[in-house]
Structure formats: C-alpha cells, structure tokens
C-alpha cells in the first residue's frame, strides 16, 4: 500500500488514457484525410485553400450547429471542418434547417470573409451530402 500510488501498479488508468488519445488523435488524423481527399477528388478547394472575398464551394462535417441570435435577429451558426480549417456558416433568419446537424456532411457555396480574424461565410447555398 505505502507509496504505491492507485493505478501504477497496473499502469491500466494511464495507459489507458493514452491508448484512448492515441485512438482519438489517429482517428482524427484520418477523419481530416479522409475529407481532404473526398474534397480533392470533388474537384473543390479546401477551407485552408479558399479565398476570401471571391465565390467558393467547400465540404465538411458540420462540428457544431448553434442558434444565436444577431443584432435581434435569430441567426444559425455551423462550424464547418474539412480537414484543413474551420469556417463558421452563418444562416440568418433563420431558427434551424432541415437536415443541418452537427456530424451531417454538407457542400456550400458563397463568399467567404472576416470578422473578429474568424472566416464567416454568410447564407451560403447548401447541399447535404450522403
């Protein structure tokens, strides 16, 4: 008992903290290749890639999906990830979407620009994937 300090005998809770963030990283590692590629393949450019200010069409996975609402009125955020960057999707007017949950893979379209040093895209177009 003495100095032996809970878990080191077996080394099980930290070794197995460890193998869970390893799972967990690789996993995430090969998620964002995984949407590279399927982006690359789409012929589009990544988030990382895009442009500000000119027409672009991205793809992701929706991370997190908030209403929110702008200046009184309700707003509809989406973080969206595609293995390069984040953009913050903006949908205003508007309380939820059919269809826009955090996990759905989705296209858009439209301008990307910047506020706060975050890249926002406005009521982009929207095509939800399979």
Known sequence: MGDQKSGDKSGEPRGGLR???????????EEARELRRTAERDGLVTIEDA????RVTVQGTLRTVT??????????????????????????GRRRIAGIFP????????????????????NPRYELRS
């Open 51 to 54: 442009p500000d200010r000119e």
């Open 19 to 29: 193998r869970g963030l390893s799972r967990w990283a690789s996993h995430s590692r």
């Open 103 to 122: 996990g759905r893979l989705i296209r858009v379209e439209g301008r990307i620009g910047l506020h706060n040093d975050s890249r926002i895209m406005y």
């Open 67 to 92: 209403l929110r609402p702008r200046g009184g009125v309700p707003a509809l955020e989406a973080e969206l990830y595609d293995g390069s960057g984040t953009i913050l999707l903006i949908w205003l």
